[in-house]
């Protein structure tokens, strides 16, 4: 089993549209971070979170440490916020999810 | 915006030849990182880098991957003699401290023939 589960895999949307991408990890971690992953490949980093609930523009970012979930929720989303989402877990090294492959139409 | 920046963005190599992939980190962030992400699969932790050493290594990052922090700026893994399964995209990424956010570079992608 993964230490990183992300779902779901796949993610097609209207522009518009209120987005959720979850994340499940079976880990200790320290700190979690959510990724974007864009066509050309390049990483930006949108959040890294301990504990609580971030926010930043249209994006949030929320973490249940008990229950070892965090969710990304994109409200109002474009198509310009098509990428692959990535979470990633932090304790003394990195482990990562496979990624959500988001598509948002026009 | 401060920027992480990676030399080549494309580097083809024949196996068994050294590369050395470069980095220039954001000048104050102190922490540094490699990862690599074989096409279509997930982002893989290499090595983390703090305070002119090794902090934490993967169990990929075996005998012939080296870091090194050769002046203030330039951060570089080293892979010694590569193989064909060393094709990757291979990422930097650097930080102010552990709490903090990263920024990544935009990236080598590596093709080993």
């Known amino acids: 089993k993964n230490e990183v589960e992300q779902s779901p895999q796949n993610l097609t949307a209207q522009e518009g549209e209120f987005i959720t991408i979850n994340c499940s990890y079976s880990v200790g971690i320290s700190a979690l971070h959510w990724l974007q992953q864009h066509p050309g490949g390049g990483i930006v980093s949108l959040f890294m979170?301990?504990?609580g609930k971030k926010k930043h523009g249209r994006l949030i970012a929320t973490i249940n440490i008990q229950e070892k979930h965090s969710s990304l929720h994109i409200t109002a989303s474009h198509p310009r916020d098509s990428a692959v989402y990535i979470c990633a877990v932090y304790n003394n090294d990195m482990r990562f999810g496979a990624g959500t492959r988001l598509t948002v139409k026009p | 915006e401060p920027e992480v920046t990676q030399t080549p963005s494309h580097q083809v190599t024949q196996m068994g030849q050294e590369v050395i992939l470069r980095c220039v980190p954001i000048?104050?962030?102190?922490?540094f990182y490699w990862y690599r992400q074989i096409l279509g699969q997930k982002v893989e932790f290499l090595v983390s880098?703090?305070?002119?050493?090794?902090?934490?290594k993967s169990e990929i990052f075996d005998d012939q991957f080296s870091v090194e922090r050769p002046d203030g700026s330039n951060f570089t893994l080293k892979i010694r003699s590569t193989k064909l399964e060393d094709s990757a995209m291979y990422f930097c990424?650097?930080?102010?401290?552990?709490?903090?956010?990263?920024?990544f570079g935009s990236g080598t992608r590596l093709t080993v023939v």
């Open positions: 990424a650097s930080s102010v401290d552990r709490a903090s956010g990263y920024t």
């Open positions: 979170l301990s504990s």
């Open positions: 880098f703090y305070n002119n050493e090794i902090s934490e």
């Open positions: 000048s104050n962030h102190l922490y």
